[in-house]
C-alpha cells in the first residue's frame, strides 16, 4: 500500500508569509507525528496526534506553529509569520497506534524562508 | 527532558569490515531505543527498537545493538558491512512512546 505522502516537496516563502504543509498519513494509522529536521541534525519532535487530538504539542516551538488533524487522518502543520529559522525540512511520521510502534516516514518538505 | 549522543558525525570503513555506531543517551528511567537509517534520498526507515528483556537486539539488514543500561548506551554494530549500507543512521529514544529525541546523526560511508 501507500506510504505516508508530503506536499508540497518542497515550499519557498518569503519572510513573514504563512505556510502550510501536508501529512497523507497510511491509511488506519492512529497516530501522526511532526518532526523538524535542520541541516546537520536529527529530527526534533514537534507534534503528536491520536486520532484526531494532539496528544503531545509540547515541541512545538511558539505560538506562529500550529497543527491540526481534524477527521484524524490528514494532517497540516501551519506556520504563521515564517522567519529564516523556519528553513528546515518538516517531516511527517505515522505509526499504528503510537506508543513504541514503528513509526513509518514520509519523504518530508524542505521549507526555506527568503 | 531526554537527550541522544551520537559521538561520531562520520564513520568510514571498508567493505566487509565490522562497523560500530555508538549512541549515549541520558536517563534515570527505564526508555524506549531506536536506530532509523535514512538512505540518501529516502525517508527514514526503523532498523531495530530496544523496548525490554533481552539486551541484544537484532534488526535488519544484518544489523544488530546491545543495550547497556549502566553505561546508558545503544550501541549499533554490524560484522560485515556492504557498500549499500552507506546512509545516515540515527539513534532515537523515548519515555512514553509520545515524544521522540533524536541524535544529530552518524553518516556511515562503505568504502569499495
Known amino acids: 500500500g501507500a506510504g505516508v505522502s508530503q506536499t508540497p516537496s518542497n515550499k519557498v516563502t518569503e519572510k513573514g508569509k504563512y505556510v502550510e504543509l501536508r501529512c497523507d498519513p497510511i491509511s488506519g494509522h492512529t497516530a501522526l507525528y511532526w518532526y523538524r529536521q535542520s541541516l546537520g541534525q536529527g529530527p526534533e519532535f514537534l507534534i503528536y496526534?491520536?486520532?484526531?487530538?494532539?496528544?503531545?504539542d509540547s515541541g512545538l516551538p511558539n505560538d506562529r506553529f500550529f497543527a491540526v488533524r481534524p477527521e484524524g487522518s490528514v494532517s497540516t502543520l501551519k506556520i504563521q509569520r515564517t522567519e529564516r529559522g523556519d528553513s528546515a525540512v518538516y517531516l511527517c511520521a505515522s505509526s499504528l497506534s503510537g506508543g513504541a510502534t514503528e513509526q513509518f516516514f514520509g519523504p518530508g518538505t524542505r521549507l526555506t524562508v527568503l | 527532558a531526554q537527550s541522544v549522543t551520537q559521538l561520531d558525525s562520520q564513520v568510514p570503513v571498508f567493505e566487509e569490515a565490522p562497523v560500530e555506531l555508538r549512541c549515549n543517551y541520558s536517563?534515570?528511567?527505564?526508555?524506549?531505543l531506536f536506530w532509523y537509517v535514512q538512505y540518501p534520498n529516502q525517508g527514514l526507515q526503523l532498523l531495530l527498537k530496544y523496548l525490554s528483556g533481552s539486551t541484544l537486539v537484532k534488526g535488519i539488514n544484518g544489523f544488530e545493538a546491545e543495550f547497556n543500561k549502566s553505561q546508558t548506551s545503544f550501541h549499533l554494530r554490524k560484522p560485515s558491512v556492504h557498500i549499500s549500507d552507506t546512509a545516515e543512521y540515527f539513534c532515537a529514544v523515548s519515555l512514553t512512546g509520545n515524544q521522540f529525541y533524536f541524535g544529530t546523526g552518524t553518516s556511515l560511508t562503505v568504502i569499495p
Open positions: 536517563s534515570s528511567v527505564s526508555v524506549y
Open positions: 496526534f491520536q486520532g484526531t487530538g494532539a496528544a503531545d
